[in-house]
């Protein structure tokens, strides 16, 4: 029970304030007659609170920067119309900052024995589950000089999933997979390539492919061209170590690992290979096997939306182990991590033979373009010992890059907005030469 403000203005200029008049509320008592019996009236005709039914229902996913819509159904099951004031509350991150009061706080009316909805627009700014918390609900009476207050618990959570930007290069790296694929005229070589058909010889074709036979018969010298194999095996490991909560940008590297992970699996699916999903630091934090070709990415997005970066060391020996089990037949492993030196040295190079010797291994890693923009600045002297550092910073990036070339890894290493395609183009290369 409290008092409002009209109530409060009444009391003030016709009334004694006496001050607490129950335990754990205040108010003022009058001793103006008709203000107090306007008062007791007013409270006892404010629809009761801990009687209503409410239930939820709307949106349980939404991609992050997307709007999720959450329904509450009130029921008014009294004999009094409710006139209320209502607060569904939320995580602070379930919204855009300076959003919050508009979004989440509610007018209504409801007479009595029915029932109104209300719609809260949820738009989060970060990935992973929002949980809503407790539904506060203020009923007035008629006049508005008293209300009563109480809070419900209705669950519902939303899950924010990886908003996929990368999506955009998808149809440009499916018509290259196309060309792969033997349904434009195109020349690919190597082991794990199937024959597909022949054609006439043009300028530039490797002359290992020309078909003698086939040029014996017709008057023009016939090629083959191949077909890269399906059914390939590939494993995406997202390191979720410390390293990847570093932020380069407005976002942790993590989420752009994420997003790489996610265009090549959408191509890789179309290709006929298989796809699977492994998050590891000291445990496994995200697991994902034997999704069909429609299915895998959905699930993909579904096991990311919770991930966050560990401040743990990776145990590279464990994620090593559990990648071959994870693997048992030839794959293509692609390793979603950084290029730091001492973690690499110290951790990766160790173990790395034990992945090389079964498998194809792709290294990909998210470099930060502030370094490339230090490394070009001049102008004074701050700037120079800036250059000069983040020169360093590129060498030794460099460096670890070449040790893990050594050991037979494609390295692929760039920003946040090229890596996808660049980690697309390096599986499609990959393909190409019939290295899967």
Known sequence: MALTGRAALLAALGSIPVGILEPGWTGILAVNGPLALACACDFALAAPVRRLVLTRSGDTSTRLGETADVTLTITNPSRRPLRAQLRDAWPPSSWQ??????????????????????????????????????????????????????????????????????????????????????????????????FDSLREYVPGDDTR???????????????????????????????????????????????????????????????????????YDRRVRALVQGASAGDVLPSLVNAMAPLEPELVETDARGLTATALRTAPRRSLIVLLTTLDAAPVEQGLLPVLPQLTQRHTVLVASVADPYIARMAKARGNTEAVYEAAAAAQAQSERQHTAEQLRRHGVTVVDATPEDLAPALADAYLALKAAGRL
């Open 209 to 279: 492919s020309i078909d003698w036979r086939a040029t014996a018969r017709q008057s023009s010298v016939a090629v083959r061209t191949w077909r890269p194999e399906r059914d390939r095996h590939i494993l995406l490991v997202l390191d979720t170590g410390r390293t990847s909560a570093g932020r380069v940008g407005d976002a942790p590297r993590l989420d752009a690992s994420m997003d790489a992970a996610l265009l090549l699996a959408a191509l890789a699916s179309r290709a006929g290979d298989r796809v699977a999903l492994l998050a």
């Open 97 to 194: 900052p300076g959003t919050e009061i508009a979004a989440s706080r509610h007018r209504l009316t409801i007479p009595p024995g029915e029932r109104r909805r209300v719609t809260t627009r949820l738009r989060p700014t970060r990935r992973g589950d929002r949980q809503a918390d407790r539904v506060t609900i203020r009923s007035y009476g008629p006049l508005g000089l008293f209300s009563r207050q109480g809070a419900h618990k209705v669950p519902w959570t939303v899950r924010i999933l990886p908003p996929f930007t990368s999506r955009k290069h998808l149809p440009s790296k499916l018509a290259r997979l196309r060309e792969l694929d033997g349904r434009t005229s195109v020349l690919t070589r190597g082991e794990g390539t199937e």
